[in-house]
């Protein structure tokens, strides 16, 4: 009977204690968040102004935001060159089968390395983790490459970063979170430890996968040193080396023109094709987002 009065109490000490320091904290920390956020947002207003922007409004503004007149002189250039969407395809390529393989087998992985009953998981952990630390080098790794004889192929830009110890770990912490319970039940009802970990495991882990495929698809589809080491072969470019040349070739340096359309391009194609890289990832991470901060805090809080 008393519940609800009770309840009033508590809530009006509550409304009481927030006096004017909490609404000047909340006051500034809204300005300063505000500001941040435009601090981040300035920079790709600027690129995607710039893209519609004429060379000549360029030459004389080193800052634009709105254009004086907008063109899509950039974008017919950038669009009527083949190498654009032979790079892009690349890129697709990549990202799409590189993110499968990679959360196949990390899933794999870590499910196997969060069972207790494992033996030799510590090693095996510590082995994994070793690698946050300390890798093999760039040299070493080139030489591996180069004896499975992939340069020159796009296997190269998959397999030497099928997977990663941070996502790894993070994966692995999220299995080890799963009761041991729901598991056993599988067993008894008859399924093998494949069946559980794709009937029980993976449906209960949709958030920490679609996190963890978020950041391997960021990883590939942004990855370009290792298409400057193994790729030779201009047709085989991804989209962020080809990006690499035209800012190279616009910049007046020294670059290979081959698989660029011969003019070098105008500050406003630069911006275009930065825009065009970036546009992908910028369309699927709203699908995704509602999965990131879930399933990123349940892996790493549990671990």
């Not at 920390?29 to 893209?51: D, E, R, W």
């Amino acid at each position: 009977m008393s519940t609800a009065p009770t309840q009033r109490r508590t809530t009006n000490r509550s409304v009481r204690r927030e006096g004017p320091g909490v609404k000047v904290f909340r006051v500034v920390n809204v300005l300063l968040l505000t500001g941040f956020a435009l601090i981040c947002l300035v920079p790709f207003l600027h690129v995607i102004g710039s893209s519609f922007a004429n060379p000549g409004e360029l030459a004389t503004r080193t800052f634009v935001i709105i254009p004086r007149e907008l063109t899509l002189n950039a974008y017919d250039y950038v669009l009527s060159s083949p190498a654009i969407f032979r790079a892009m395809g690349v890129s697709v390529f990549v990202t799409v089968v590189g993110t499968f393989l990679s959360l196949v087998v990390t899933s794999l992985m870590a499910y196997a390395l969060s069972k207790r009953y494992l033996r030799g998981r510590r090693v095996i952990n510590f082995l994994v983790v070793f690698t946050m630390l300390f890798s093999g080098g760039m040299i070493p790794t080139f030489i591996v490459v180069s004896s499975l004889g992939l340069l020159d192929t796009l296997w190269s830009l998959i397999l030497p970063v099928t997977v990663n110890a941070f996502n790894f770990v993070i994966m692995r912490s999220f299995f080890q979170g799963i009761p041991d319970s729901l598991e056993e039940a599988a067993r008894i009802d008859g399924c093998s430890e494949l069946g559980v970990f794709w009937r029980i495991v993976l449906p209960l882990s949709l958030a920490s996968i679609a996190t963890i495929g978020l950041f391997y698809a960021v990883a590939y589809w942004n990855n370009y040193m290792h298409a400057v080491l193994y790729i030779n072969n201009s047709e085989l470019w991804p989209i962020q080396l080809l990006l690499r040349q035209i800012v190279i070739i616009a910049s007046g340096l020294n670059a290979d023109t081959s698989a660029v359309d011969v003019v070098p391009p105008a500050q406003s194609v630069k911006m275009a094709v930065i825009v065009i890289a970036t546009l992908p990832m910028l369309i699927v991470y709203p699908f995704i987002q509602r999965f990131f901060v879930k399933g990123a805090l349940i892996g790493s809080v549990k671990g």
